[in-house]
């Protein structure tokens, strides 16, 4: 068996029509059509249509709504009977020689339980840890843009994702618990991918991508919190909201009172901001899934 059969790979998309041709143009010169696995979050564009016409062998599940990023990963799992999982965002572009760089630092280092490759943008700047000259390091964690997990390394019956995280902080989380539970992280500086974040989930209407940004800034913010709750307690939390409210608070206020805000994202951030204290402070619902009392 070679590397690549060793291997599947998830994707999970969202109105990604614009990115995914290259995505996978670039994925299906080292696997096969039968080894990529993509969750669609219920795109509105005609995301489904093209990757249907790319390739008919690409496993494809239709999500009825937007789950989120860890939660789709983790209904993609039990279809997984390989022993390497590769996790790529729709929007990145796999170098030459990737995948076989990841496998063979994976057989290489047994104690590592996630790779990451190194992440560059179109324009050259690099995304998350910088590669070294050395062929990989070990490093504190690696985004999920394109992330090898050595599945015997994480339990059957559990979720890879925290499901408390919709989007963000959930790639971070993973890497924290496998850090305690005695695993390596490695950066494996020969393995690259051209990655742009945010590009992967554009919309044809400007106003609707406006809607798209305050809920993934929403999502930024609660997964935030919950992620200090689970990793630094809740003293720390507290006193991070404290500081934070008020400001989040007046800047909403002040946005408010304009009828035509002329920064309408950052009108929509600060949207977001309010939205947020509501749930810390005002929905139990919130807090129970947070894990705080």
Known sequence: ???????????????SV??????LEALRSQVDDSQILIYDNRSKDDTLQLI???????????????????????????????????LLNPDAILQPGAIDELIDLAELVPQAAILGAVQRTPEGTFVGPEPSLDRYR?????????MLLRLACFPAEAPLFDPRFWMYFEDTDLCCSTIERGYKILLANQAVI???PGSSSQVA??????????????????????FAYKHRGRAITAFKAALSVP???????????????????????????????????????????AGAP
């Open 194 to 196: 051209l990655h742009k």
């Open 18 to 23: 614009s990115v995914i041709a290259s995505c």
């Open 52 to 86: 249907q016409e790319i390739s008919p062998c690409i496993r494809l599940l239709r999500g009825r709504h937007n789950i989120g990023f860890g939660p789709a990963i983790n209904a993609l799992r039990p279809e997984v009977r390989t022993p390497y999982l590769l």
């Open 247 to 289: 400001l989040c608070y007046a800047k909403y206020l002040l946005l408010r009172l304009r009828s035509h805000p002329d920064d309408y994202l950052m009108y929509q951030r600060s949207r977001a901001c309010f939205l947020f204290i509501r749930r810390v402070f005002v929905d139990p619902l919130f807090r129970a899934r």
């Open 138 to 146: 070990e490093v504190e964690g690696v985004f999920g843009a394109a």
């Open 205 to 226: 209407s400007p106003e609707e991508t406006l809607v798209i940004k305050q809920r993934q800034y929403l999502e930024f913010l609660v997964s935030g919190y919950i």
């Open 1 to 15: 068996m070679n590397n690549t059969e060793r291997l599947t790979c998830a994707i999970v998309t969202f109105n």
